[in-house]
């Protein structure tokens, strides 16, 4: 069943994406046909960049490996760069279409248009090399929050939440290692990762021997860590023993009490699957937890935030959305989840949604900064 679920989505997202670069294809075959061999050179170079993103996937599941790295690295700009020449493709289709009826523009001559195309493609790149930059600024914001509930020790407890690092191809150790510089400069109490910690498909990962320095982090409360969506992508069974392997404290529909008194709350990603295998509701996996003592949830996806006001847990974190990471997709996923990114507070509990640490796909953000998020917890 599962199977055939992936399959259907598998066709429609490379229907959607087939489309999408077809129609690329023909308006830019109308611009770069200025000769007969700028053609030739176009089709190729079109088809070739096009498919580099599905061909460098498949590469990184079956045979890993720098070459499949690069190819995987080019392709996935490529989806920054579909995204926004189709946008500045369909703008120029609609005045294109006002001038069919009212006719305020001049001819023009096909070196005309090729300049033209010339000056979308170039606009189109200074966005994208500018997104890349901006996505490797890691902004971290710190966020003061007051739980009326008691703790024993400090009545002051520093959070420091990540989430959505999509460790592999594309973010290796470089990155990991700037994580692990802020949290040593931040120096939190409790470390929480709420998942997608990979990018999918473990192979990559193991090959780089990712993760590791994750280790390396040292908090008076610990390291705790959760599932996402990408850790099922790429097959929960090969991904969590490795996360594991590199002592990553897991917490899977899970509920731990910390030396100070919080309870610590991991809850399964959604996309564990349906039945038996669905995650716990929150009102089951919190039935034995003491209300007097403060309840901090991690849930990667923000679905449903009323279920958590509902329990009057104290804090909920997630990620997941990104933020949309490349605008304007933050409409949709402003449209999907009642809280895309930011804080929100619905009767006691507290909501955070984070923009996410890393990036799907290609490392472009557009709108939005990657960042790490410090709460500093007053419990009175």
Not at 42 to 71: D, K, M, N, P
Not at 125 to 151: D, G, Q
Not at 171 to 189: S, T, W, Y
Request: net charge positive; aromatic share 12%.
């Amino acid at each position: 069943m599962r199977s055939l679920s992936f399959l259907i989505f598998f066709s429609i997202v490379m229907l959607i994406y087939t489309s999408a670069n077809y129609y690329l294809y023909v308006r830019g075959l109308q611009v770069f046909s200025i000769s007969q061999p700028a053609k030739k050179w176009y089709i190729f170079i079109f088809w070739t960049v096009a498919f580099l993103f599905i061909a460098g996937s498949v590469l990184e599941r079956t045979a890993t490996s720098a070459f499949s790295e690069w190819v995987y690295r080019i392709g996935s700009f490529w989806i920054a760069y579909m995204l926004y020449l189709g946008m500045a493709v369909v703008l120029i289709d609609i005045v294109r279409i006002f001038n069919y009826f009212i006719h305020f523009l001049p001819s023009f001559t096909e070196v005309m248009k090729f300049r033209m195309g010339l000056v979308v493609v170039s606009v189109v790149s200074l966005i994208v090399i500018a997104s890349h930059i901006n996505a490797l600024w890691i902004n971290v914001k710190e966020i003061p929050l007051t739980i009326h509930k008691k703790v024993s020790g400090s009545s002051e407890v520093k959070v420091l939440m990540v989430s959505d690092l999509h460790l592999g191809a594309l973010i290796g150790e470089r990155r990991e290692n700037r994580l692990l510089k802020i949290i040593q400069k931040q120096k939190p109490d409790l470390v929480l990762l709420c998942g997608d910690l990979v990018d999918g498909e473990i192979a990559p990962v193991l090959r780089k021997n990712l993760g590791r320095h994750i280790q390396e982090i040292k908090t008076p409360l610990g390291v705790y860590a959760i599932t996402g969506n990408h850790e099922y992508i790429g097959g929960i069974e090969k991904t969590l023993p490795y996360l594991k392997s590199i002592n990553i404290r897991m917490l899977l529909d899970e509920v731990i009490t910390l030396p100070n008194g919080i309870q610590l709350v991991g809850r399964n990603d959604h996309s564990s699957g349906r039945g038996a295998n669905a995650p716990k509701l929150l009102a089951e996996l919190i039935a034995g937890t003491d209300h007097e003592k403060p309840i901090i949830v991690m849930n990667h996806q923000p679905f449903n935030l009323q279920e958590a006001a509902d329990t009057k847990v104290d804090l909920h974190l997630s990620g997941h959305t990104h933020n949309g990471q490349l605008w304007p997709v933050n409409y949709l996923t402003e449209a999907i989840f009642e809280l895309s990114w930011g804080y929100l507070k619905k009767g006691d509990t507290h909501f955070y949604v984070s923009s996410g640490f890393g990036t799907w796909g290609p490392s472009v953000r557009v709108g939005n900064r990657p960042e790490v998020v410090v709460f500093k917890l007053k419990f009175e």
